[in-house]
T-cell receptor, first 115, second 111 residues
Framework: DQQVKQNSPSLSVQEGRISILNCDYT??????FLWYKKYPAEGPTFLIS?????DKNEDGRFTVFLNKSAKHLSLHIVPSQPGDSAVYFC??????????????FGKGTKLSVKP | AAGVIQSPRHLIKEKRETATLKCYPI?????VYWYQQGPGQDPQFLIS???????DKGSIPDRFSAQQFSDYHSELNMSSLELGDSALYFC??????????FGPGTRLTVL
C-alpha cells in the first residue's frame, strides 16, 4: 500500500504563474518530508524539506506547506519557469531527523511549464 | 561541489548473470543508501549503510547483497539476474541529515 501518494501524475502551468504540487501520506510516524526534482537521465535533486513540527518552509521560489491533521503537504513554485519542468517526487522519512531513516517516495508528478 | 558518483552508468546483462554496481558518496558522508526505480515507478529503498555497517534493509531480494568499504564507497552485488531486475539503481549519501543526495543512477537492462 502506497504510504506517500501523489495523485496528479502531471501538471501543466504557464510561465510566471504558480505551480502547486500536492502530496498525501498515511503514516503518522513520518517526521520529515522532502521534495525532489528529477530530470530525465539524472538522479533526484533535493529541493526543500520540512520537519513535522513546522507548517511552512520557504526557500526562494519554493515553499512547502504541511497540514499534519490532514496528512497533506504541498509544494508551491512561484513564479514558475520553463526550467522547472521536471518530475517532482514527494518523500517522507521516519528517521527522527537524522540520517538513519530511509525515504519513502510518492510516484511523482510531471510538471510542464509552458513559455 | 563533489556529488555522488555511480558506475557504470549503463549495464546490459543476460538472465542469470551477475552484476556489480558501485557508488562513491559525497566526501565525508557516512551513510549510503541504495534505491531501485522500475519503469514509471517511484524509487524503492533497498538497503543502507552507516559507518560501514548495514543500518536498514528494505525490499532487497535475497539474490542481492551490498557492502560499504573502508573508504565509504559501496557496492551492490546482484546475482541470478531476472528480467524484472531491469531498472534504474540510485545510490544516495548523507551526513547526519535526513536530506539524501542522489547520484545519477545506473540503468541496468537484463535481456
Amino acid at each position: 500500500d502506497q504510504q506517500v501518494k501523489q495523485n496528479s501524475p502531471s501538471l501543466s502551468v504557464q510561465e510566471g504563474r504558480i505551480s502547486i504540487l500536492n502530496c498525501d501520506y498515511t503514516n503518522s510516524m513520518f517526521d520529515y518530508f522532502l521534495w525532489y526534482k528529477k530530470y530525465p537521465a539524472e538522479g533526484p535533486t533535493f529541493l526543500i524539506s520540512i520537519s513535522s513540527i513546522k507548517d511552512k518552509n520557504e526557500d526562494g521560489r519554493f515553499t512547502v506547506f504541511l497540514n499534519k491533521s490532514a496528512k497533506h503537504l504541498s509544494l508551491h513554485i512561484v513564479p514558475s519557469q520553463p526550467g522547472d519542468s521536471a518530475v517532482y517526487f514527494c518523500a517522507a522519512s521516519d528517521g527522527g531527523g537524522g540520517s538513519q531513516g530511509n525515504l519513502i517516495f510518492g510516484k511523482g508528478t510531471k510538471l510542464s511549464v509552458k513559455p | 561541489a563533489a556529488g555522488v558518483i555511480q558506475s557504470p552508468r549503463h549495464l546490459i546483462k543476460e538472465k542469470r548473470e551477475t552484476a556489480t554496481l558501485k557508488c562513491y558518496p559525497i566526501p565525508r558522508h557516512d551513510t549510503v543508501y541504495w534505491y531501485q526505480q522500475g519503469p514509471g515507478q517511484d524509487p524503492q529503498f533497498l538497503i543502507s549503510f552507516y559507518e560501514k555497517m548495514q543500518s536498514d534493509k528494505g525490499s532487497i531480494p535475497d539474490r542481492f547483497s551490498a557492502q560499504q568499504f573502508s573508504d565509504y564507497h559501496s557496492e551492490l552485488n546482484m546475482s541470478s539476474l531476472e528480467l524484472g531486475d531491469s531498472a534504474l539503481y540510485f545510490c544516495a549519501s548523507s551526513l547526519n541529515t535526513v536530506e539524501q543526495f542522489f547520484g545519477p543512477g545506473t540503468r541496468l537492462t537484463v535481456l
